[in-house]
């Protein structure tokens, strides 16, 4: 009975049928999604760790012997046990343990080391490879968030999609309390009438979970190769990811979507059988308009329909609260995501691009290389394409500057008062600050002296003579001024670091030299200088010099930095070319790494676009739940309201009148989301404009108004088409039938 009875009510009620299995692929299709993006990620991060540090469990430190490593070969549960390489950092010598079920690596290691001997001290587990398998060791403080963040996540989407889908059952079983009720009263039972709601859900939802399933993960696929477009494997610490998806994933998806798609059915259904006969009976099954909550707005603007319309939609507000804050969600993330990269490219060109993209073309890193011992600096003049190239090194050290030394415009803003205590120190001869120093080969530093219009000569620094205005917190403004008054023919340099004795005085060890110029300009260089430290005292001295006076300095970094400039308006083919030569030349001698300018500007746009689909994937799933609910009621709640609109055809509305009220509903329910997001988006991105002080004008001109209107509209015509399909049904219906039809089958 109930079987013929179930099949037939979604046979002659397709919409409500329909509604329901439109929520239920939205479940499937959203979290076999997530499901699938996190075991990828997931697999990423082990290959990505396997590849840095090795697959290994755990690590004892010590010497063992033949027997010893037999012992722990043979032990249970121990898969492998191997000599490190990447111990080898490591003084003494490391072993790897390899084990079967990673659930006891804890405490088989310590029993193995409790046998040979060894104290915990000496074992070292592999926390970041095991915290993948959720093994935690309670000595590990460092936060492993990637499960809870995914646990919260899927947590967030089960319980949103629970929402809409409970939404989109109480639709549908509310329009049919009227008939449960004669059901009761003539015998059925509360189990019965669950049971038969229950299976109806379950008919209903297995197509959509499948396809939903199916979709999911052809989705998660083409996403994973996008990112591998996007990023590239020539990304720094980055490696092309491949597609994985286990049959787990699988079972743990389907039971996700099956319990959420359950408990939404099971709560409108439990509530529907507790209704006692009287009160099922009392109930018609019509959607119930409150004549006292009224729209003003809407009547004003549109007349009658307007006011039936506002009606509707406050009848309708708590199932629909869902759609709105989703739709709001969706459309202030995109607006703000949109903003953002907006404004982060006007603020890559006008600062990094801007200032340092024509200086260098190919970058050198020579790695444990002292500059004055690097010997092809010619050899790379030399090489047909390369109009110049810089051989530099960077070295700290410290400098006490007198008060009678600063100059009048910085003592204007307050000097050294202002500056903060970890970058300037008082003492009893002036301030201690820190002194950067560059370190360029000769002929480079020759070349500088050239250029800044002084004598050529290798015995001095030249200084850079320049401070920001602090005051100004006006970062793409700033105000410069003289440092120092320029007078001192001597520079006395400290070592960095060790700068004070045992008692907290400065030691005597320093170092003098001369002074050849206070100037403006800096080399051509890829180098940003008093960035972050303001005070900063910028030195350039030659390697010559350098290698005279480093053992009483210090403080210099390990690698060697060559700044390459190929022939003007060099093409991308060529810079690879001559990017290859440079490598080949020097590679074989030295440890090196190297990138290109035009390469670097398309990993970056790479990386800028890779998280625009991110942020954007994720905007479209906000949106994606929103109109889902919007569908799945709108649709739902047509049965409910077949006999509302026969009652208005019945008093003389026309079908054109009722094809208006739908229209001011859609326009409604789309359009509130966005006069809310607009507000919000403008105080947003005016924020965002303040702190990073892009002018208004700079920032409209390259607003991206046109995709947020897109976005906007097809927010609007998906919404538009949910209520068409509505209307379509409404249009159909046979006024006297409905108006005759007690049992609303």
């Given amino acids: 009975m109930w079987k013929d009875y179930s099949s037939g009510y979604i046979k002659n009620n397709r919409s409500s049928g329909m509604s329901v299995m439109i929520a239920a692929f939205i479940s499937a299709l959203l979290l076999s999604l997530l499901l699938g993006l996190f075991y990828n990620a997931w697999k990423y991060e082990i290959e990505s760790i396997e590849q840095e540090e090795g697959g290994w469990q755990s690590r004892i430190v010590g010497a063992f012997t033949q027997e010893d490593m037999e012992f722990i070969k043979n032990f249970a549960n121990v898969k492998d046990v191997v000599i490190s390489e990447k111990g080898a950092q490591i003084p003494e010598p490391v072993i790897d343990i390899y084990f079967d079920d990673m659930g006891a690596v804890l405490d088989d290691t310590m029993q193995i080391a409790g046998v040979l001997g060894v104290s915990s001290e000496k074992v070292i587990y592999n926390h970041e490879f095991l915290a993948m398998y959720m093994i935690r060791d309670p000595q590990d403080t460092t936060p492993r968030l990637l499960f809870p963040l995914f646990i919260l996540i899927v947590g967030i989407a089960s319980f949103s999609l629970i929402i809409v889908i409970h939404n989109s059952f109480a639709v549908s079983m509310n329009a049919r309390i009227h008939q449960f009720g004669i059901f009761s009263s003539i015998g059925a039972t509360p189990k019965q009438i669950r049971s038969c709601l229950l299976q109806e859900a379950a008919a209903l939802c297995i197509l959509p979970i499948l396809i939903g399933n199916l979709l999911g993960i052809l989705i998660s696929m083409g996403i994973i190769h996008m990112a591998n477009d996007l990023l590239g494997s020539d990304v720094a610490g980055r490696h092309d990811a491949v597609f994985g998806y286990h049959p787990l994933v699988l079972a743990a998806t389907l039971l996700l979507t ?179 120093i560059v370190i360029l080969d000769d002929a480079s530093f020759l070349a500088y002296c050239e250029q800044i219009g002084i004598a050529p000569q290798l015995n001095g620094a030249v200084i850079w003579n320049q401070i920001r205005d602090v005051t100004n917190p006006d970062f793409r403004h700033p105000r410069y001024m003289p440092y120092v008054k320029g007078e001192n023919a001597v520079s006395i340099l400290r070592q960095s670091g060790k700068e004070e004795n045992d008692n907290g005085n400065l030691t005597d060890v320093s ?96 990386q800028i676009q890779g998280m625009m689909t991110i942020f954007g994937g994720f905007c479209v799933l906000l949106a994606v739940i929103g109109i889902g609910n919007v569908f799945s009621n709108t649709l739902g709640f047509v049965r409910q309201r077949k006999r509302e609109f026969a009652r208005y055809m019945s008093v003389g509305m026309t079908q054109g009148e009722i094809k208006k009220m739908f229209c001011v509903e859609a326009l409604t329910i ?59 049904n409404i249009r159909k219906i046979n006024l006297a039938e409905v108006l005759r039809d007690d049992t609303m089958m």
């Fill in 258 to 436: 099956v319990a959420t798609i359950w408990i939404s059915a099971w709560m409108p259904a439990r509530k529907l059988s507790r209704l006692t006969p009287l009160e099922a009976i009392k109930n018609t099954g019509e959607l119930q308009l409150k004549r006292k909550k009224k729209s003003p707005l809407l009547t004003c603007l549109f007349g009658l329909e307007g006011e039936l319309a506002g009606g509707a939609l406050k009848v309708q507000k708590r199932a629909l609260r869902t759609a709105s804050l989703s739709l709001i969600s969706s459309f202030l993330a995109f607006t703000i995501m949109q903003s953002f990269f907006a404004l982060s490219g006007i603020s890559t060109r006008e600062t990094y691009f801007e200032r340092y993209q024509s200086v260098w073309d190919i970058m050198v890193t020579v790695k444990d290389t002292d500059v004055d011992s690097f010997r092809e600096a010619q050899k790379l003049q030399e090489i047909s394409g390369i109009r110049s190239a810089i051989v530099y090194q960077k070295a700290m050290a410290k400098r006490i500057i007198a008060e009678d030394e600063i100059s009048e415009d910085m003592k204007s803003f307050g000097g050294f008062t202002v500056a903060e205590d970890n970058y300037v120190r008082k003492t009893d001869g002036g301030w201690l600050v820190n002194v950067p």
């Fill in 511 to 606: 170092v003098e030299i001369p002074v050849l110029s206070y100037t403006e300009k800096v080399p051509v260089l890829r180098e940003e200088y008093a960035t972050l430290d303001y005070y900063e005292l910028v030195h350039f001295i030659p390697a010559s010099l350098w290698k005279e006076i480093k053992g009483q300095i210090g403080g210099s970094e390990e690698d060697t930095y060559i700044c390459m400039l190929g022939r003007e308006n060099v093409t991308a083919e060529e810079l690879d070319a001559l990017q290859g030569q440079v490598d080949s030349l020097i590679a074989g001698n030295y440890k090196t790494e190297s990138e290109n300018r035009i390469q670097e500007a398309e990993v970056n746009d790479k």
């Fill in 670 to 728: 789309a359009g509130r989301p966005i006069l809310i997001t607009l507000p919000l988006a403008v105080v947003t991105v005016g924020y965002m404009l303040k702190l990073s002080y892009v002018e208004v004008g700079t920032f409209l001109a390259e607003a991206p108004l046109i995709p947020i209107m897109i976005f906007m509209l097809s927010i609007w015509g998906i919404v538009a088409f949910a209520y068409y399909l509505g209307w379509r």
